[in-house]
């Protein structure tokens, strides 16, 4: 009976766990088999079997052979009274098997705990191991009643010990199980939340400082990320290693430390990066940005910050003779029909003028001609006077309407050139990096290993361009600028361009720019904005324990709070602090053109006394 309450006892666990795929290892006989078979099929689960009386040398690779499955999880049972049990544990340990990946039921009809803690305290048993231990408790001629443990190790290599709990009492006869007591409070949380203590173990952590050497000590590294001084200089190491330190205090491991002055070489080797591909290390204090080839190797758990590599360049309200200001209140087609209208409301006066003379026998000094109607006409646009006007009444209405056109066209007129004159700072018509590559604008970039990688490696054709006019010929020092002096370049030199990331030339901008000097800022992506994640090996045993509690930091508020001490996202410009200079080069072009009047009219004059001249010859 025990035997067939034994196989009731697989069944059940799998349909418990919901898993319809299982390998059997034991060393039971085919006539036992074929029942444990039968109540397989007639439960709709796929079952393969392997028989431990062989011998070891016949399982070469035998994890690839059995276990390397495209199943989100497979189910193992494995019976530890078999001679080679010994052998599929240690081979298993090694391949890694123990992970939320397998489900392992472990049977020792000897009852020999002791058997366990050999087999498993040195194991690769991770903590998020799904094992269940089971022993038999009591057997009679009904049924049987097994009691099952709970498995795992908070990492053995990182000094976690072996930890099996209690779990449950299961009673099974031959035709069904039941669960008759629990014996612990493990069916209240989840595996995750049972297992959320890592006390006594001790995590490395990959820490990045660039602006110390690394054979500084200890305590001044460690005091270089703890500090507020400079918040803006590794601000990404400095904001994960407060949030880590958050995990530590939640999850009460201790840590040790790897230094590095890098985040990488290149997308997965090296720097800190390299750190956690290679998995010498379980946390890293800085944050990556991801890519599909980081993705392979590494698993992001929360988004802790933005990456924004911008460029910046100044634009000065007062930048050169604003040529366009007095013409752009209206459009081209407006002048034309504003100038065709007060040619004709100046034929129309000297027709009016004429009529007065011949018809109504109003005689005047003179009859204007029509030149002087159309300068009256002109008088009107520029809310000027005349001596002359109709003397009709509705020579007169026609006057008065054409004042009130030119009244209502040159207010509006006034008031879109002072608004323009004294609104919001000059904007650049340079919005893409295509364009900026076609400027003749200076572009310098910050000395950070990130700006030379992507020139060199970016399939964008806008880069290339502008690797090709900007950079290609010239000298590194004419190019590559610290982000201070960058950032003070872009102030002095208008027009020159600065290429850096956000949060770190914004610390330099708020503190050495006045308020109307970052109104007249312009900014460009250099690249797409991008989410920073925290990361741990793709592997790593902890990554979906370290997601949940971040996930609660984040929801907390917490990270949140580090992040605004740490970044600067956006720069404020208030209007009210922005100083207007009104310059002469806003009326150069009206200078320009009087002057190009006067001699038009002197040239004009010239030869009206020339046809003078010959006329009384």
């Known amino acids: 009976m025990t035997i067939l309450s034994l196989f009731q006892l697989i069944v059940y666990n799998l349909l418990q766990v919901k898993l319809r795929d299982v390998i059997v290892f034991h060393c039971w006989r085919n006539s036992a088999l074929l029942q444990l078979a039968q109540l397989f099929s007639q439960n709709y689960i796929f079952s393969q079997y392997v028989n431990l009386n062989s011998a070891p040398e016949h399982w070469v690779n035998f994890h690839k052979v059995y276990l390397d499955s495209e199943l989100t999880k497979l189910g193992v049972f494995l019976d530890l009274s078999c001679s080679h049990s010994a052998y599929i544990t240690n081979q298993s340990s090694r391949a890694r098997l123990y992970s939320e990946h397998f489900h392992w039921l472990l049977y020792d009809e000897t009852c020999n705990m002791s058997q366990l803690t050999a087999l498993f305290d040195k194991a690769n048993l991770s903590i998020n191991a799904d094992v269940s231990y089971v022993q038999l408790a009591e057997e009679s001629n009904e049924g049987s009643l097994f009691t099952l443990y709970d498995v795992y190790s908070r990492g053995s290599h990182l000094g976690g010990q072996l930890n099996v709990t209690i779990d449950q009492s299961v009673y099974c006869n031959h035709s069904s199980c039941a669960v008759r007591q629990y014996l612990s409070e493990l069916h209240t949380r989840t595996r995750l939340q049972q297992r959320s203590n890592l006390e006594g173990i001790t995590f490395r952590q990959v820490a990045l400082v660039t602006v110390l050497p690394l054979n500084s000590s200890a305590q001044e590294l460690l005091g270089f990320l703890d500090s507020e001084q400079d918040a803006h200089v590794d601000w990404i190491s400095r904001l994960g290693y407060r949030n880590n330190l958050h995990l530590q205090e939640m999850l009460q491991f201790n840590v040790s430390y790897v230094w590095v002055d890098q985040w990488s070489l290149n997308d997965t080797i090296g720097g800190a990066m390299g750190e956690v591909v290679?998995?010498?290390?379980?946390?890293?204090?800085?944050?990556?940005?991801l890519s599909t080839a980081r993705l392979r190797k590494i698993f992001p758990t929360t988004d802790i910050g933005q990456f924004r590599s911008v460029c910046i360049f100044r634009t000065p309200h007062n930048a050169g003779i604003k040529t366009g200001v007095f013409l752009e209140p209206f459009k081209p087609s407006v002048w034309l029909v504003f100038v065709a209208l007060l040619m004709f409301a100046g034929l129309l006066l000297w027709l009016i003028f004429r009529l007065e003379h011949h018809w109504l026998?109003?005689?005047?000094?003179?009859?204007?001609?029509?030149?002087?109607?159309?300068?009256?006409?002109?008088?009107?646009a520029c809310i000027q006077g005349s001596h002359l006007i109709p003397h009709s009444t509705g020579g007169r209405l026609a006057f008065i309407a054409l004042m009130l056109t030119s009244f209502l066209m040159y207010n509006y007129y006034t008031s879109i050139v002072v608004s323009t004159l004294l609104g919001s700072p000059v904007r650049s018509n340079i919005k893409t990096i295509q364009q900026l590559a076609d400027s003749s604008l200076d572009v310098g970039f910050e000395t950070i290993p990130f700006n030379w990688a992507y020139l060199n490696s970016s399939p964008r054709s806008d880069i290339i361009n502008l690797v090709k006019r900007k950079v290609d010929g010239r000298s590194p020092s004419s190019?590559?600028?610290s982000a201070q002096e960058g950032v003070l370049r872009v102030r002095d030199q208008p027009?020159?361009?600065?290429?850096?990331?956000?949060?770190?030339?914004?610390?330099f901008v708020e503190k050495y720019y006045m308020p109307h000097e970052i109104c007249e800022l312009n900014e460009i992506l250099f690249r797409p904005e991008s989410s920073v994640y925290t990361i741990v090996h793709r592997n790593s045993t902890y990554k979906e324990l370290l997601k949940q509690i971040q996930l609660r930091m984040l929801e907390g508020g917490m990270t949140q709070k580090h992040r605004r001490f740490y970044t600067k996202s956006k720069l404020h410009c208030f209007s009210n602090n922005y100083v207007i200079n009104v310059g002469m080069e806003y009326a150069a072009p009206l200078f320009m053109a009087l002057l190009a009047a006067y001699i038009v009219s002197?040239?004009?004059?010239?030869?009206e006394l020339g046809w003078a001249y010959l006329s009384r010859r």
């Open 278 to 289: 290679n998995e010498h290390v379980e946390l890293s204090t800085t944050a990556f940005v």
């Open 495 to 507: 027009g020159f361009v600065f290429i850096s990331e956000a949060s770190f030339s914004y610390n």
């Open 479 to 481: 190019i590559w600028f």
């Open 361 to 380: 026998r109003r005689y005047l000094a003179y009859i204007p001609s029509l030149l002087t109607s159309c300068l009256i006409s002109f008088g009107a």
């Open 602 to 607: 002197f040239i004009i004059l010239l030869l």
